[in-house]
């Protein structure tokens, strides 16, 4: 274990929740019948932003759109690789308006962008790590997109299958703890299919493993810069293991956002320069 580990700036974009709503169900946790409030996600988001700021990051917004309840969840936008973005088509009608939005707000700060041509939900199922990129499929992201995005590229795929719907999305279960050729991850292991577990194994030999409750908790829907891991304060045992590793838990609670089956990591896209 490093003696301190080093945290690196990261560039974020992100989307104010006001227009935040669960409308509609393309999850097993979301239930339009069940309120959300608005005003208290609104201030647990601010808590995150004011988190990743006090902790030196770059936080960028884009402009939120009245009528796509979902558009919070900025890591659903695209990968953006060595300043080369690959935008996404998403697999609900409901959400699909919300790639020209993001789109815009791209070529806008200077970046072409890549059009998806199949299925494919950015960094929800797509995790760079390490010498890999790896990438969920089995409820959003396809196949194809997973070719699609290592042509883009040119950096390794590693296709995953996920066989939970409570862990639709990579970035539900699965979370990068440091970078560079060694990186490590944290997962939840049952969230995959056996052939993908021992793929993780493989790659992964001293990964940190949560348990159901904790992923359940949204604890592996986590940023880390390397040092600091915004992390759900329920997470209680994965923050704990996490510290034992050097790394310094930061808890943001965005309890309202479970409710849309999202949470730290969903809410936030990272510009990879
Ligand atoms: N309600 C959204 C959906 O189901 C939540 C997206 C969460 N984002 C994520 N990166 N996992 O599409």
Not at 14 to 37: G, L, S, T
Not at 159 to 175: E, I, K, Q
């Amino acid at each position: 274990m490093p003696e301190s580990r080093v945290p690196r700036r990261r560039r974020f974009l992100v989307c104010e929740p006001r227009h935040f709503a669960v409308q509609y169900a393309i999850n097993p946790w979301m239930h339009p019948d069940k309120p959300v409030d608005v005003d208290l996600a609104r201030g647990q988001w601010a808590e995150l932003i004011r988190a990743y700021r006090d902790h030196g990051h770059t936080v960028d917004t884009v402009e939120p759109v009245a009528d796509l309840p979902d558009m919070v969840f900025a890591a659903n936008s695209a990968l953006v690789l060595e300043g080369r973005v690959f935008g996404s088509l998403f697999h609900a009608p409901e959400r699909r308006p919300e790639s020209t939005v993001y789109e815009s707000w791209f070529r806008s700060a200077g970046y072409d962008v890549y059009r998806a041509g199949s299925v494919c939900e950015g960094e929800g199922d797509l995790i760079p790590a390490g010498r890999w990129v790896l990438a969920g499929t089995g409820f959003r992201t396809t196949r194809e997109a997973h070719h699609e995005v290592q042509e883009f590229f040119g950096v390794p795929v590693i296709g995953l299958r996920l066989v939970d719907p409570y862990f639709y999305h990579l970035d539900t279960a699965l979370f990068v703890l440091d970078e560079g050729y060694e990186a490590n991850i944290a997962y939840y292991p049952e969230a995959f299919s056996p052939g993908s577990r021992k793929v993780l194994a493989r790659l992964y030999p001293d990964a940190v493993l949560a348990t159901r409750q904790d992923a359940m908790a949204f604890g592996l829907n986590s940023v880390s810069d390397g040092r600091h891991v915004f992390i759900a304060p329920r997470a209680k045992e994965l923050a704990d293991q996490l510290a034992r590793q050097g790394y310094v838990p930061v808890p943001v609670d965005l309890s309202e956002f479970h409710k849309a089956g999202g949470g730290i990591k969903c809410c936030t896209q990272e510009i990879r320069s």
